[in-house]
């Protein structure tokens, strides 16, 4: 029997209601299950001994530098040496006109000779009337002349030698010689210049020192104690022995070591740096002075600290953390403040301990609060590497 219109449409209702209440049965029956914990690799934080090394900027100088000056006046008749090159103490730089100076050698020697032959003729003259007073001959007075004029005669001998000696040292200035070794600059004045002994017209060339050099740099104040050390400050610690290496802006090492020789006792006020020296053997002389360099100081260490690789160092609002793990795997944020960088990482100053365990890979998968899946787990050195 057909059913009327209405009783029809109700029916077909009555079983679409039905079918709607059996959807979400076979909804929640077919929910995906939640994803499993995210695999990441963990490292277990000892303490351990850290080397220290420190990097500044530095500028090379010359070990000396010396000015070459005329000490007699005079034609400058010579120069003997190559400008530019490098000359030995002693060697002979320039000549000037000697024959003034070998004419005043040669009146004091004569001089000299004068006042030893009449030394000679007073010393005969008081044997004499030292004889005759004797005798009961000679008066006292005639002993005591011939006595002063012996010592009248031996003054002017002394004075005689003291000025041929003072005439050789002016014929021996003459000659210009090398105060030290190095590297000669060029000329001043050329040959047959006239030149003096004051300062506007007495200097001839320098000569620079450059093996070996020094490198001047500024130590961070945040870094003094450690300066202490280098010079030798803090006796404790006196037989730590430090070194400091060169690298050239183009990123080459330089080849040889050098040591700290000088560490201001004081801070710069107006830039809050320490300023310090290092010297270097320079026999190539591969270090120019003006040169621009990079000093690295090495030699000092921590014996326990915690490291902290890099790639498990985050950035987050409230400062840099990483992710440590319990015993339950789950992760957690903690907050970490870090120190210097070296090698392995970073030194951390505060926020872990000896014995943590942080995620080193897959950091970007973990969630704070959330487990974690350990894929692999390693544990960091006693020791630092060499």
Sequence with gaps: MRLPFVARRSLAILLMGSSLLTVPAISLAQAPAAPPPP???ITTLQAREVPLSYTYSG???AF???QVRAQVGGILKERTYVEGARVKAGDVLFRVDPMTYEAEVAKAKAQLQTAEAQLAQATRDQTRAVELFDRKVGSQKSRDDAVSAVELAEASVAAAKAQLQSAQINLDYATVRAPIDGITSLDVVPEGSLVGVGSADSLLTTITQLD???VNFSVADANAPAMRQLTGGDKSDADVKLTASLTFG??????RTGEIDFTSASIDVQTGTIRSRAVFDNPDLALIPGQFVRITLSGMKLDSAIVVPEIAVMQGPQGTF???????N??????VTLGQSVDGGWIAL???KSGDQIVTSGVIKVRAGAPVAPSKATAQNTQAQP
Excluded: F, M
Aim: aromatic share 8%; charged share 25%.
């Design 39 to 41: 695999s990441v690799e």
């Design 59 to 61: 500028r090379i100088a």
């Design 64 to 66: 000396r530098e010396v």
């Design 212 to 214: 070996p050099v020094y």
């Design 250 to 255: 183009d990123g080459t090492q330089y080849d």
């Design 322 to 328: 990483v992710y440590t793990i319990d015993a339950e």
């Design 330 to 335: 789950v992760a957690a944020i903690t907050p």
């Design 350 to 352: 505060d926020g872990l």
